[in-house]
């Protein structure tokens, strides 16, 4: 399995990205789909996460703002950024659960005041 994430960047604040982590291997069975972030010396934490189900779930401090969805043809999870901080200034990162938790490499997002 191997995950690729792209769609990091520079952004004002007010503005928008859209991160994208395509999935490539054996992805039958996959349970979930999560994009993560972690700051400089912070912990790695949930950003959002969409289930098998279609379900979601989002950290508080992005609801309303970001959109996590699927394209299942590409293999393809998306999350879309809307109204970024400079607290959402981050490296993220796609997660697959599969049994097994798979990481995608990081994505930098970095969002000026």
């Known amino acids: 399995v191997q995950l690729q994430a792209s769609g990091g960047g520079l952004v004002q604040a007010g503005g928008y990205l859209r991160l994208s982590c395509a999935a490539s291997?054996?992805?039958?069975?996959?349970?979930?789909m999560g994009w993560y972030r972690q700051a400089p010396g912070a912990q790695r934490e949930l950003v959002a996460r969409i289930n098998f189900d279609g379900s979601t779930n989002y950290a508080d401090s992005v609801k309303g703002r970001f959109t996590i969805s699927r394209d299942n043809a590409k293999n393809t999870v998306y999350l879309q950024m809307n109204s970024l901080k400079s607290e959402d200034t981050a490296v993220y990162y796609c997660r697959m659960t599969r049994g097994y938790f798979y990481w995608g490499q990081g994505t930098q997002v970095t969002v000026s005041s």
């Open positions: 291997g054996s992805i039958s069975g996959i349970s979930s």
